[in-house]
């Protein structure tokens, strides 16, 4: 990583907003958020990579009460200059092991972030994370895209998905070990300058297994958040797995007596 906010430091965070501007549109914001407010219904919701609080704003001015963790301190800062950044519980860690206070209706991972953690066994770390946040009947939902493999003929292990006169932008891909990382050239009035950033894809299978292990069980999964049928042709989900209101406690400490509502 490069410093300890890891790749998403002071040079990522202040052109964030920006260069993700299409995703903070309320077309992109508005059915996340109101998905995310059905299920937290008169409970807490917990954020994991709230960043600069794309999601997390608007869902607290619905009325929930929002805490996040995330590990960029700088993303972080970006949160708290907003209006009403300040409501905005955030622990400052990593979303896999970091743990809060008392437990929440719903525990949220948007936005292709499950893949920042760039081992399986982060990953499902991840997951136990969640479930050990969630009062039973909660909820952990995930935003992530359907690896793009197809688009990979054999031999090749890169795939363009922009290219403009100043800026071309690449994946590539390691079939083996489902490593893959993303790489940007700009060109601005000089040389050239490349960043990268890795990340590990995952099926939904492979997702799903993950929440078993977590003791948790899949609810809905959805091409989008408008809940349209997820399909063969789908290059994107939403999964929403159901943590048993028959499930005992985590021995973690984590308080888990909370009210029970159960997923819609």
Not at 13 to 25: I, V, W
Not at 55 to 73: E, T
């Amino acid at each position: 990583m490069h410093d300890e906010d890891g790749y998403f430091g002071e040079r990522v965070a202040a052109t964030y907003d920006a260069s993700a501007a299409d995703m903070f549109h309320p077309d992109a914001v508005d059915p996340a958020v109101e998905v995310l407010a059905e299920l937290a219904g008169d409970g807490r919701a917990l954020e994991l990579g709230v960043g600069t609080g794309r999601i997390a704003l608007p869902l607290a001015r619905r009325g929930i009460q929002v805490h996040g963790i995330d590990m960029s301190r700088a993303m972080v800062a970006r949160l708290r200059d907003k209006p009403g950044g300040d409501t905005i519980g955030v622990t400052i860690g990593d979303f896999a092991t970091t743990r809060v206070a008392g437990t929440f209706a719903v525990v949220y991972l948007v936005f292709n972030t499950i893949n920042n953690l760039t081992t399986q066994e982060a990953q499902v770390a991840c997951f136990r994370n969640a479930a050990a946040h969630m009062r039973p009947g909660g909820c952990f939902v995930v935003e992530v895209g359907v690896p793009d493999l197809r688009r990979l003929p054999p031999g090749q292990q890169a795939v363009p998905f922009h290219v403009s006169p100043t800026r071309w932008a690449f994946d590539t891909y390691d079939v083996v070990t489902q490593a893959m990382s993303s790489h940007y050239f700009t060109i601005a009035n000089g040389p050239a300058e490349h960043r990268s950033i890795p990340f590990r894809y995952v099926w939904p299978s492979e997702l799903d297994l993950m929440a078993q292990l977590a003791g948790l069980r899949l609810r809905h999964r959805w091409e989008n958040w408008v809940r349209a049928p997820f399909t063969s042709e789908s290059t994107a989900h939403i999964s929403i797995w159901e943590k048993p209101i028959d499930q005992k406690a985590p021995r973690s400490g984590v308080n888990s007596r909370a009210g029970q509502a159960s997923c819609p």
